[in-house]
């Protein structure tokens, strides 16, 4: 497992403010699901610091036996999960936990879904009970329709190579500007066009992630860059979190509003919100 992925995921757990979805994309798929299950037995822990590996539950979930952690196969890539079965899955969801006070499910190869498995399981990551988590593992994000991902937190080393690291950085520091002018006139500098504006919100994902892991002490030359230290100044790992995720959902927007001088607008305040400002 990668120690930057488990550092992101740690501070998913210690900030106590974990998302309804977190997706994995790593094709190593042993190694995706280790990641998983690291997330999972944090978020069933009753110990102080989460994973504790001492607590019933984190011994259960080690062993595989605990009674709300649901593991489930996306399918192979010649057959999908069947329909029924994730019509199941979503009415399952909705049961409360029967020994905590949350419901874990690690769908592993969600990117074996079919199109209508994923659009019938969507309907529960827009809308999940509050206490449920999904993990999904999948070989690459874009095996997964982008409604999906637009409603989870990806954890990725992949796709960093192709990522503007300057501009991502400029974008993420305009976050924390005063007023919302810095950040609108960047997105309209930078966003020409709408794949423009896509990568860039991308970036800021990927920016936001690199940055989480070095508030949570992983050692990273991003940190020493005078904007990433800027952010990482005023920044909390809660704030870093909800901005991950605030442009994971803006992202998932391309496909519902074709307007993108709104999406711009709308894309800075919701960012300045999550960034507590």
Known sequence: ?????????????????????????????????????????????????????ACVSCRKAEKRCHSDLTYVSGGTKTKSMPVEKARELRAHAFIAPGEGNRKVYILSEAGCLSVPCQNVLLKILEEPPAFVLFILICASRTELLETVLSRGVLLSDFGEEAVDWELALEAAAAVFAPGELTLLKLFQEQGGTRDDLRALLEGMEMAFSRLLRCKNGVSDDFASRPEAAGILA????????????????????????????????AACGKLRRAAGL
């Open 234 to 265: 005023r920044a909390t790992g809660r704030s870093l979190l909800s901005l991950m995720e605030a442009c994971a959902g803006l992202v998932g927007a391309f496909s519902l509003n074709p307007n993108q001088t709104l999406l711009m607008t």
């Open 1 to 53: 497992m990668g120690r930057g992925l488990r550092a992101a995921a740690r501070a998913m757990l210690v900030s106590g403010r974990l998302p309804h979805t977190v997706i994995i994309e790593d094709p190593d798929a042993a190694r995706g699901l280790e990641l998983a299950e690291f997330l999972a037995k944090g978020a069933l822990c009753r110990g102080e610091d989460p994973p504790c590996g």
